[in-house]
């Protein structure tokens, strides 16, 4: 009987504790929920994400490096 005692105090408490906040302060409380990839796969689509983003920040930036500057000239 004592476990079942326990188990009414403790989700009565959870309750108040619950009733007693305010709206605005649960509300902001919620998890902000993490998209499935990492959810599923960890870290690793992010590091690739980040691999492939320096990859085509690299490429850009050669490209913009090796075209020759339009001047007035005609």
């Not at 009414?8 to 605005?24: A, L």
């Not at 649960?26 to 993490?34: D, F």
């Not at 599923?40 to 075209?67: C, D, T, Y």
């Amino acid at each position: 009987m004592a476990k079942s005692d326990e188990l009414v105090k403790y989700i009565t408490e959870r309750v108040v504790h619950y009733i007693d906040t305010p709206k605005e302060e649960r509300k902001g409380r919620t998890k902000i929920k993490e998209p499935w990839t990492m959810k599923w796969f960890g870290m690793i689509p992010f590091a690739v994400s980040l691999w492939v983003g320096k990859k085509e920040k690299a490429i850009h930036s050669q490209e913009n490096r090796e075209k020759p500057s339009s001047s007035g000239k005609g």
